[in-house]
């Protein structure tokens, strides 16, 4: 059978990605890397696969993954104390629940958001259930002038059925992230096929490999080995505008004060 993304292969790696917007390589702050030399062996088998840089997104999730800024850079710091790493090529931001413990921090302007650079914060929701808040969180990010991202919307049980409910959020002024894996089958039929559709409507703006652990990094050479997905997003992804001269002196994790409406 042919694959839903078959075409001419024209890249036998991930270098088309440039940036990886949304993993978890940063060591024992969530589900993600649970040492150091795990983030850095993570860290090195992406590279081969010739990713530049990354932007690690470590959960905040009140309850489960209670991440602040100071417990994200703890992390990052200790990474790069191993690690003869330029400060750009590994940067952080976060992963935040959509709950309404982000909608109050939201309201709070001395609670630090941790941002992609240029003013864009990665949001998910729970898999099972959709937030009754989504839009109210997109609302006032965008209110801010923050660019939320909806993070692997494919793997959402609820718009499985019809994806076709997500351009409601792209609308509002939401990206959409995807997982690398989605594309390949990983998850399941389900997710590909959500991946398909959005790709087809000009959907999908960014594309992550939301690395956790050695299980993702290994299915990630097995499906790259097998089949380039590239020619499907190459020409419509984000990613690159993510991509820093390693010669800037850009701090991990912040938005400008004023423009974007916080300081971290």
Known sequence: MLSIFSRKRKYNDL????VDVHNHLLPRVDDGSASVSQSLDLLAALTDQGIKQFIATPHVWDGIYPNNKESIQRAWEELHQHADLPRNRLRYAA?????????????NPLVPL??????????EMPLMNES?????VIQKLTGRGITPI??????YIYYQHSPSMLKVFKDMGC????NLLSCYGYYGPREKNVVKYLARKNMVDLVGTNVHDVRHMKAIEHYVRKEDVSGV???????????LDLGMEVR?????KGKYGSHV
């Open 114 to 123: 941790l941002c992609l650079a240029g003013g864009y914060v990665l949001i």
């Open 150 to 155: 909806l993070a692997h919307p494919e793997r």
């Open 233 to 243: 997003f190459r020409e419509k992804l984000r990613n690159a505008e993510f991509l």
């Open 132 to 136: 009754p808040l989504i839009k109210d």
């Open 252 to 256: 991990p994790g912040e938005i400008l």
């Open 95 to 107: 992963e935040y629940m959509v709950s309404e413990q982000l909608l109050k921090d939201l309201d």
């Open 175 to 178: 990206l959409i992230q995807v």
């Open 15 to 18: 270098s088309w990605l440039q």
